[in-house]
């Protein structure tokens, strides 16, 4: 009975060890992993989901950059990295806790997919774990989507255009109210200068 507690017990430290050996190499090969050039999208980029997968990638950019799982997904030079936003911060991970759905991906998936229906970020954003759940796209019509897409995509720019247009009004009254009472200040400050100047030259009469 002691024998066996002993064995167990020199299992679990010789798995512990190998387990915090091999973290401690994943960590310090983290240090000295360059990260990947920046770039920043300047609007929310449309998403294209690739077929047979849950995956979705940003098709006007000029480098591959994967949505899933909540995460967004960027290989360079050999290395991945992951991000909880699509402009960044990006970190470095390491090649076995990146998704099957992503190391798997054609090499061309860009190419091949570019021209396949676009999603809205912010639907993708909202919807992904619950389209994934319920396999959505394994029992979705393209045509049906993509025009709800583009309609609600169409509500959203003229949301966003009145809103820009709200804002330059506002600033547009706020610039004549300013500069209405900058006028006003000027013709008090030159009628009490009048005023002074009429005093000074009653005053200089009667002196005489």
């Known amino acids: 009975m002691d024998r066996k507690i002993i064995i167990t017990l ?3 430290i010789l798995l512990f060890l190998s ?3 091999k973290a401690s ?3 310090n090969i983290g240090i000295n992993v360059p990260l990947p050039p920046p770039f920043t999208f300047s609007v929310e980029p449309d998403l294209v ?3 047979g997968t849950y995956a979705y990638f940003a098709p006007d950019a000029a480098f591959d950059i994967v949505f899933y799982g909540g995460y967004w997904w960027r290989p360079h030079g050999g290395y991945w990295y992951r991000s909880h936003h699509y402009n960044g911060p990006w970190n470095y991970i390491v090649a076995r806790s990146v998704p099957r759905y992503i190391i798997r991906l054609p090499h061309d998936y860009r190419r091949i997919y570019y021209r396949y229906p676009r999603i809205p970020y912010f639907h993708v954003h909202k919807h992904w774990n619950r389209w994934e759940r319920e396999k959505y796209w394994d029992r979705r019509h393209w045509k049906h989507e993509e025009r709800e897409w583009r309609r609600d995509h169409r509500e959203q ?3 966003r255009r009145e809103m820009r247009h709200d804002r330059s009004k506002e600033k547009r009254e706020f610039n004549r109210e300013k500069d209405s009472r900058r006028d006003d200040n000027k013709e008090r400050g030159k009628n009490k200068e009048d005023d002074r100047n009429k005093d000074n ?4 009469e009667k002196n005489r």
């Open 19 to 21: 387990g915090s050996s």
């Open 201 to 204: 030259r009653n005053r200089d």
């Open 157 to 159: 720019r003229h949301d």
């Open 25 to 27: 190499v994943d960590v």
């Open 10 to 12: 020199c299992i679990g």
């Open 49 to 51: 989901v690739i077929p």
